[in-house]
């Protein structure tokens, strides 16, 4: 399994305020994404990230922006967090020459 | 955008049983990921399929590439109570980007 970590595991936040997610992987993957996870709607691309420096949108990347400094780690701001982005997110890394994608533990939010 | 369909949405089997679960497009997909998922967790990848028609087994799952590339299957063999949980099927289409397109997942539970 890749070694992947996502920082924070919970956090309950307020309304209006930004919140960055971290997420740091040990593989050297090239490729890592970002997708939240909510019931009747399954898995949905928040943003992805193809190397350093280089993202792209997701189905789901309004209310969000990354950022990609180092090769292991892509970090998800949500700017001004509303109720309707309370989910759990997962990040993902695949390595060149694979569609294979490894997933994080996941960060529950909780926005009030 | 190209949809997975996967059924059933739930199961609830004897411990022993054997599982059957699939997922189907209208699409064709040129790739196969099957995952699982425990409460709380990340996916876990279980099997890769790039073939049609491939059969590739890992413990007691094995999963098939569909000879018509829209469809893939997961079978369980011999159920025990740690294969509680929910197994999604992912897909690469033909044509479209390398980004994975996901099925809602089939929730399973193993009566002991």
């Known amino acids: 399994d890749a070694g992947i970590t996502q920082s924070p595991r919970h956090k309950v936040t307020e309304t209006g305020t930004p919140v960055t997610l971290r997420c740091h992987q040990t593989?050297?993957?090239?490729?890592m994404y970002w997708y939240r996870q909510d019931p009747g709607h399954g898995l949905r691309l928040i943003h992805y990230?193809?190397?350093?420096?280089?993202?792209d949108k997701g189905e789901v990347s309004d209310g969000y922006s990354v950022s990609r400094s180092k090769t292991e780690d892509f970090l998800l701001t949500l700017e001004s967090a509303t109720s309707s982005q309370t989910s759990v997110y997962f990040c993902?890394?695949?390595?060149?020459?694979?569609?294979?994608?490894?997933f994080g533990p996941g960060t529950r939010l909780t926005v009030t | 955008g190209q949809q997975l369909n996967q059924s059933p949405q739930s199961m609830f089997i004897q411990e022993g049983e054997d599982v059957s679960m699939n997922c189907t497009s209208s699409?064709?997909?040129?790739?196969w990921l099957w995952y699982k998922q425990d409460p709380g967790e990340g996916p876990v990848l279980l099997i890769a399929?790039?073939?049609?028609?491939e059969l590739t087994s890992n413990g007691r799952l094995t999963a098939q590439f569909g000879i018509t590339r829209k469809d893939s299957f997961l079978n369980i063999s011999a159920s025990i109570p740690s294969d509680v949980g929910i197994y999604f099927c992912?897909?690469?289409?033909?044509?479209?980007?390398?980004?994975?397109?996901f099925g809602k997942g089939t929730k399973l539970t193993v009566n002991p």
């Open positions: 399929l790039y073939k049609a028609g």
């Open positions: 593989e050297n993957h090239r490729y």
């Open positions: 993902a890394t695949r390595p060149s020459g694979t569609y294979e994608q490894y």
């Open positions: 699409s064709i997909f040129n790739t």
């Open positions: 990230s193809y190397g350093v420096k280089d993202t």
């Open positions: 992912a897909g690469i289409p033909q044509g479209g980007s390398e980004k994975l397109v």
